[in-house]
């Protein structure tokens, strides 16, 4: 999935989290390395390490906005026109009304001006601040247009369709039909929802004396969701080129230099956040025209104004298509369309990210029905899965440290040598040679964090981009995708206090008190550092997983043979 995905940042250069992550654990992985070769003070620099009914039919009086949806007002316009349907009959509302559509998962408020979109409400999700999502961004419409505004890329109808009004009817609760006619354009948008649904179907035509004109409908501003952590860089243009079998995407900044259009067969296009996503799935093969849009919006009022992303589709002079207007949950999105999953970024350790989550997903569904716990017993069946690599390292690092006196010795002999002298050649092949006579590998301590490396990125990604974990709560826990709420984050500190337990119950391979010291200190607050801004869940995987290796690390220690230190040859003479 992840590999058909092809992504145009949004921030050019800007380095992706996934970077971030690994170039922190490379500058881990070179402190680790780089204290055993210059912390030392006895000995010489050494080269080894370790280190988405009932029918809300109309909407409630009380919480409408505007006239309700339920009895359509039919305009004298509009019942001359159905009295008589061979007149040329005007269809022209004659003031601006609200109508809202409800079902059990939206709450949409239509305006028949322009018939477009003025408010669209997830009801089963919330925001960070406890308010069901709104997907509208009204802070655009003024520049950009309500939601399922006409775009007309060639000719242009008479009258500016985005402001007039039309004449609204509803044959059912379910569908609203939205129609236009002043004796020469005439339009036609019709929206049919379903009850119980994320999705539904779109049927608009527009003709000018008779004859069909092209247009597209547009979702410019990107969603209104303000409490989202940087929203405009989240949000992106997306479509599925059916050809290609390739996820293409569009950031904010794609368009800025104007609006980017292509043709072609598309599974679905449209618009997406990290949790969200309003796209069309074209009911035939015929070609559909995209188009990227770039919009300054201010994040809120008076506030900076920063790129959002855009699209309208279409092209067409009747376009027909069902609609998906809803949560990127993997088991909705299936049930929709199976190409809906590739909306889901599992970023590159895919491969482990996604069986991550399914994992995760059976084991709250049939063992916790909590995604706290889930994580927990998780992260505990990969540390046993991993049992016997770790074995393997406690084994390596216990005999680092055996046969510490041979290598101070080594090192000893060619003291003062400086970093060009053809010596310390020498020295490393002798080390080298009691490496291999003790069956020891020196990368051995760097296994442990680079076996994690891949699941600590995928399970990052899967907390990043799950909607189920989107809210989840753990005990104290509000939230398993964010930090922390309270001031003092006992996650991280849980974390950076078993990091020096187990520190400290792990052989040291040097007995350099001073690096001994900088290992047990170093390396936990580096560590908490790092995670203390990281979602609680991912804290929460490193925590279990300390945990477990604490437990592993007592057995071993109890276990494990303590053969007598190999006695340090005397240094020679050079």
Known sequence: MGDDRQKKGPFGSEMSMETRLLLAFALMGLVLFVTQYFIPTAPPPAPQKKTAAAPAQTAPAAESPAPQSTPPPQPAAARSGQSNEAAPARLVAEKDESYIIETDVYRIVFSNRGAAVRSWVLKRYRDSEGNPVELVNAAAAPRA???????????????????????????????????YNDGATTALKRFEFEQNFYRGRLLSEVALNGRPIEHQLAWRGGFGDRTVHNPAGVQKSVYYDAARQKLVEEGAHSPEKGPITVSGVFHFAGIEDTYFAAVALPRSESPLE???????????????????????????????????????????????????????????????????????????????????????????????????????????????????????????????????????????????????????NPMGGCLPLLLQMPFFIAFFKVLSVAIELRGAQWLWVADLSQPEASPI????????????????????????????????????????????????????????GNVVGIVQQYFFNRMAAKPAPAAAPAPRKK
Do not use: C
Not at 530 to 543: D, H, I, K, Q, T
């Open 489 to 544: 984050r006992l996650l991280p500190i849980g974390m950076l206090v078993t990091q020096v337990i187990l520190q400290k119950m792990t052989p040291m391979t040097s007995p350099d008190p001073s690096q001994q010291r900088m290992m047990m200190v170093l390396m936990p607050v580096m560590l908490t550092v790092l995670f203390y801004s990281a979602s609680s869940g991912l804290v929460l995987y490193w925590l279990t």
């Open 290 to 440: 995209f188009t990227a849009w770039s919009d300054l919006v201010p994040l809120k009022p008076g506030g900076e104004e920063n790129a959002h992303p855009g699209v309208s589709l279409g092209g067409r002079a009747r376009n027909e298509w069902t609609f998906f207007v809803g949560p990127k949950d993997t088991d909705i999105l299936r049930a929709t369309d199976r190409k809906l999953e590739t909306m889901i970024d599992w970023g590159w350790f895919s491969f482990i990210a996604k069986p991550l989550f399914l994992a995760l997903h059976w084991i709250h569904d049939h063992w916790t029905g909590n995604w706290g716990w889930a994580i927990v017993i998780a992260t505990v069946i990969i540390n046993l899965l991993m049992l016997p690599l770790r074995f393997s390292q406690l084994k390596s690092s216990q005999k680092m440290a055996q046969i510490q006196p041979e290598l101070q010795a080594i090192q000893a002999k060619y003291k003062g040598l400086s970093m060009k002298d053809p010596k310390r050649q020498k020295m490393n092949e002798e080390m080298i040679a009691l490496y291999q006579k003790h069956g020891i």
């Open 145 to 179: 247009g309500w939601p399922y505004s006409y775009i007309f890329p060639r000719q242009k109808p008479a009258v500016d369709l985005n402001a007039a009004l039309f004449v609204v009817s509803q044959p059912s609760p379910l569908i609203i039909e939205f129609r």
